[in-house]
């Protein structure tokens, strides 16, 4: 009878017979097919199977005859009649008591113990499930069918038996030839194997972490989930599902170390009758990207929508449109520390599997098409809910394709030098679980990770948890610039762009926008780098700064920059200090991290076709003054020889050396010869 299984299986491997859903029942040592609709409240493994592309139909029965030879014993054949019967009406529950007394008076028909694990598999029940699996395989001898370890070994790795898992899925690629199933399903049985193996080390090895409920304020009897957070760690805003109802709401706190505030609704015209969810805030908390689905402006089941803060309140969401938006589904977007790069889940066309990452960005001309996040990120199955760190390079998400411990677990990938991803690494047990881990987000620290969970002694459904990441999965420590960009005569709020710059490379680290009806930003700084500061508008001089964040592992020594800048309007007099230009000690010689700055000088030039400037030099009091004044001549000179180079006419230059003549701080501190030697520009004509 073995060989009229595998011609069942056989047939429904080669997609001729998926449609139908079906148990195979021996009677007298017949197989007979119980048929039904996939739609028809059939086995749980047959229909997960054909979800997922699995096409090996229904395994309810899997051997050739009891011991007894051919059926159950006398005694069991009403219930088996019973059993039999209720399997073709779909009566799952029906067909266990049925089953159980078949069982009581014939212990050694396998066959039902099989027919038991498929059925609770169905009712989401996997200990029974995996408990019925075995007792078939420990009762079968050498009569049983390889299938029988494939399923015992998918419901082992469901019920977070890694061990057993492992077990029976290698018997099933032993007993087993490529032959006699699809290749599609020969793969994915391997993969559940390396994932029970991935899985069963991570359970011998937990990592060392204590999940704190954020209280009250923020959790209720409903479920709250997808944390969103500002990088000073003042605002969260997360999603709230109130009998069926999905909206955003927000707390707020003075301080890092502050508790929450009790959380409000964001309100209209954020909230709406309609669900909002699966949200991203920008670093600085100015720009809100949700998933809504279903809308009259969409343009496919779930779109993303954006808004921004202005003087404080948010503006009417607006669809991102196509590119980004398709017929497809868009959902669950993060934002990048630079305000402009969106990596986003989508099932649309070109992707690796069923749910792909992709990232776009914003430009002067709009979104650019979508890109696919590429291997290793992307795999055959569904990779969703990513969060790019404030420090730009840290990306964490949740797959079904990267060997886990369950339905999805959570990984960290951090950006390489050439742009691309480095191999994903689970986050390990017990951050990782059976379940499906999805939604964290990691604070400015690198450490601290909130994300929602249902584990038993919250306030009901989902709530809100923060815990200690564990070393080897942190991203580097990031803080912030946060201040007020003012007119400098008139102090009033200016519309303008604030980034850093990181001064090796010249990559923009951080980028956000003034609100242009208070002047207010709040700007990430990774920590491990020297970074140009750089506040701009049309009109004005840029401004210049200078800030060094050392790698520390301490949160609490983060310092938090405050900031205000006031803009000086292009008219004669006015000056800048370029405090990104750098020269070798006791030398006119430019170093490489000066470029990008001057740079700035150059576009600033080309922009104003009208302005002339000239070039100051200044050191510090440290050595004879006659030597001084000639390495600032000296230096004010190497500048004004690279903007010339670099195609602005010298008729518009000027350079002068000034030596130590002109402190800005008077003092003999290593700090005030520091802020004294520098290169200044100053406007001799206005367009």
């Known amino acids: 009878m073995r060989g009229v299984w595998y011609w069942v299986r056989s047939r429904l491997c080669s997609g001729r017979a998926v449609h139908m859903i079906l148990s195979v029942l021996f009677l007298g040592g017949v197989g007979f097919l119980v048929i039904g609709r996939a739609d028809e409240g059939l086995p749980y493994s047959a229909m997960s199977l ?24 006398k005694k069991g054949r009403k219930a088996y009649e019973e059993a039999r019967r209720a399997i073709q009406r779909g009566a799952w529950r029906e067909a266990l008591v049925s089953l159980r007394r078949l069982l009581q008076k014939c212990p050694d028909f396998v066959e039902a113990y099989a027919v038991m694990g498929d059925i609770f598999q169905s009712l989401e029940r996997m200990d029974s499930a995996l408990r019925y699996y075995r007792l078939a395989i420990e009762r079968g001898g050498d009569r049983l069918d390889p299938t029988i370890f494939y399923l015992a070994g998918k419901t082992a790795y469901q019920s977070g038996e890694y061990g057993l898992a492992v077990e029976y899925l290698a018997r099933f690629l032993e007993e087993i030839s490529r032959e006699e199933v699809s290749e599609e399903m020969y793969g994915r049985v391997e993969r559940l194997l390396e994932n029970a193996r991935v899985a069963r080390r991570l359970a011998a090895h937990p990592v060392s972490v204590q999940f704190e409920n954020l209280g009250p304020a923020i959790n209720t ?13 003042r605002v969260l805003l997360f999603t709230r599902r109130v009998r069926g109802q999905e909206d955003f709401y927000v707390s707020v706190r003075a301080g890092r170390w502050l508790p929450w505030g009790r959380a409000r609704p964001v309100g209209p015209p954020i909230n709406t009758p309609y669900n909002e969810g699966a949200q991203a805030l920008s670093p600085d908390g100015r720009f809100l990207i949700f998933t809504a689905c279903n809308r009259e402006d969409g343009l496919g089941r779930c779109d993303l929508y954006w808004s921004e803060v202005r003087g404080g309140r948010w503006q009417a969401p607006v669809n991102l449109g196509a590119p980004v938006n398709t017929a497809y589904w868009e959902s669950q977007p993060t934002i990048g520390p630079d305000s402009r790069t969106v990596i986003f889940s989508s099932d649309r066309p070109g992707g690796y599997g069923g749910l792909d990452l992709w990232w776009t960005m914003l430009t002067d001309t709009g979104w650019i098409e979508p890109r696919n996040l590429d291997t290793p990120i992307n795999t055959v199955d569904d990779e969703f809910s990513p969060f790019l760190h404030p420090d730009g390079r840290t990306l964490y998400f949740a797959s079904r394709g990267h060997p886990g411990m369950g339905k999805a677990d959570l990984f960290v990938s951090w950006r390489r030098a050439d742009g691309g991803w480095t191999r994903p690494k689970n986050l390990g047990y017990p951050i990782n679980t059976i379940n499906e881990e999805s939604g964290l987000i990691v604070g400015p620290s690198g450490k601290d990770a909130y994300f929602a969970s249902d584990r038993p002694g919250g306030f009901g459904g989902l709530d809100l948890y923060r815990f200690t990441l564990p070393e080897g999965v942190r991203a580097r420590p990031v803080t912030c610039v946060e201040g007020l960009v003012r007119d400098k005569e008139t102090r009033q709020p200016v519309a303008a762009s604030v980034f850093i710059v990181d001064v090796e490379d010249g990559d923009t680290a951080a980028h956000v926008f003034t609100d242009g009806e208070t002047g207010r930003f709040l700007l990430p700084l990774p920590a491990g780098r020297h970074y140009g500061f750089y506040v701009q508008a049309p009109g004005y001089l840029f401004y210049s700064e200078h800030y060094f964040v050392p790698e520390i592992e301490v949160e609490d020594t983060l310092p938090i920059f405050r900031v205000e800048v006031l803009l000086a309007r292009l008219k004669p007099g006015e000056r800048i200090i370029l405090r990104n230009i750098f020269f070798e000690t006791g030398s006119a010689s430019l170093s490489s991290s000066s470029r990008y700055e001057l740079d700035k000088v150059v576009e600033l030039l080309r922009m104003n076709p009208g302005l002339e400037v000239e070039i100051a030099g200044h050191t510090d009091d440290v050595g004879p003054s006659d030597y001084n004044q000639r390495l600032s001549e000296a230096r004010a000179k190497a500048v004004y020889d690279y903007l010339v180079a670099k195609g602005v006419d010298p008729s518009r230059l000027t350079y002068k050396g000034y030596g130590e003549t002109q402190p800005l701080v008077r003092d003999t501190t290593e700090w005030a010869r520091a802020r004294n030697r520098r290169t200044e520009l100053r406007i001799r004509k206005a367009p």
């Open 50 to 73: 054909l979800a997922s592309g699995e096409k090996l139909g229904s395994f309810s029965l899997l051997f050739s005859s009891s011991s007894s030879g051919g059926g159950p014993c």
């Open 221 to 233: 009897s409903y479920h709250e989930y997808f944390p969103a957070i500002t990088v000073d760690e």
